[in-house]
């Protein structure tokens, strides 16, 4: 649980800014930045923005006028070394607490943060691969959920094909050659929603809307459509809860685009190794929390939820996915994934970061 307090983020980097960010989003509720302390020249001025109070050299004296309860370390690995003897002197001794920034914003927003990711702490984490134990639990789950939903929906089965063949012309099932787990592709089942098209046509959903029939509408906005995976999930290609299996003919753009994330350590990373650690899943934490993506941009947002679950993939995390995912479910809140404008993450807007503006000289009055 993250309470609310006073926040002095060391380093003025990608990182802080979307501690800057994410923190004012949530107007307070978790704390509020209140100064940032780097060796980087400060200049210009702006009201809304924490200020940038000086030199690393000079923490002590800025503790002593700030006064936070946590400092949070934002500071780029080729900017030198932390300086801890001062943060044990000046911070650790009177109570206030020191958190890196990336565990920090996991805390605060369930996703990883990319920018600060590298191969180093990766490895010393102790996080990758996840639990054999849990991984032995959750597959177990999964198909003992998917041999009952299979038995019981047999007969929704059959009203959903005639429906879909009386509409339209073509196959009942929509099969698409996915990505699973370990980078191995299988075929994934859903019932058809869309006419049947020859041309060459894009992969995002939004790009479709025109081609969805009426009852491909239904079975969208009920999930409908996603029963035919039990089978999947009776196979061993997915399970229940996981990242969602991307179309293996959108894999190599996703792989270029993703190892180029890190703009802190400038460290090329494979995420897409990390995310294929696990099944893939009908339902995942990335979609209880930002659901459809519809660009690039918007699958790496999913991309920090994916590996978050991966990190700290527990029996429960999956209790509170499944939970989510039917609050959601019966609340009528998912999207059938055709509509244009940006889905919603939960509670929290996708994050842009931006340069922020800080005062030349150390300001008492206003850092207070």
Known sequence: MIRRERILVLGLTRLAERIIHETEARAGACGSVVAVVDDLSPGGKSATDPPLLG????????????????????????????????????CLVRGILIEEASEWLERLTGQLALESLNPTSIVYSGKFPPSPLHQAIARAASW????????????????????????????????????????????????????????????????????????????RALRLDE???????????????????????????????????NETTGTSVGYYRLRSMVRPGLTGWAQVRYRYANNLEEEIEKLRYDLYYVKHASVWLDLRILADTCRVLFSGGLSDGVRTERPAVASVPTVVARRFRAPRKLNPTRAA
């Open 55 to 90: 030199p690393i050299a000079r923490l002590s004296e800025i503790v002593d006028v700030v006064r936070p309860q946590r400092i949070v370390v934002a500071l780029a690995e080729r900017r030198g070394s932390t300086p801890i003897q001062a943060l044990f002197e000046s």
């Open 227 to 261: 029963l035919p995976q039990f089978v999947n999930i009776l196979r061993g290609e997915m399970n229940l809860i996981g990242p969602r299996p991307h179309p293996v003919s959108n894999l190599e753009l996703f792989t270029l685009v993703s190892r180029n994330l």
């Open 144 to 219: 003992l959920v998917a041999a009952t939903g299979l038995a019981c929906s047999l007969p929704l089965f059959a009203a959903i094909a005639i429906a879909i063949k009386l509409e339209s012309d073509g196959p009942v099932l929509f099969v698409q050659p996915r990505v699973g787990v370990n980078g191995r592709p299988f075929n994934l089942m859903k019932f058809r929603t869309m006419r049947a098209t020859v041309a060459p046509h894009s992969e995002w959903a939004a790009d479709n809307a025109a081609r969805v029939t009426r009852v491909g509408k239904w079975l």
